[in-house]
């Protein structure tokens, strides 16, 4: 699966995740102003949907477009469509 095809890559994406959850909790341990921790969220919100964006990209063009494995797949410019509205929607 693409998941596993690009494991490492996804995992350096979840540790920086990880270090972004950890400075939100030292910000509030900190009792950081309210703007730097509403920030840091904001941050780590664009990080996770820009993982979910990455995931769900390599699933539609692994699953769903690649012609060679799937004979019947998705047309690719309505998966590019699709794809289009998924990362619009995660932003």
Sequence with gaps: ???TLHKS????RVRRLRGQVEAIERALEAEAG??????LIAATR???A???AEVVE??????????E????????QA?????DVVRAYLK
Excluded at 34 to 39: F, I, K, T, W, Y
Excluded at 59 to 67: I, P, Q
């Design 69 to 76: 494995r799937h004979p019947g797949a998705l047309d690719a």
């Design 46 to 48: 664009g990080a996770m």
């Design 50 to 52: 820009g993982l979910m």
């Design 34 to 39: 309210c703007d730097r921790v509403m920030h």
């Design 1 to 3: 699966m693409h998941t």
């Design 9 to 12: 890559k996804l995992l350096a």
């Design 79 to 83: 998966a590019e469509q699709l794809l």
């Design 58 to 67: 390599d699933h539609v063009r692994t699953h769903l477009v690649d012609a």
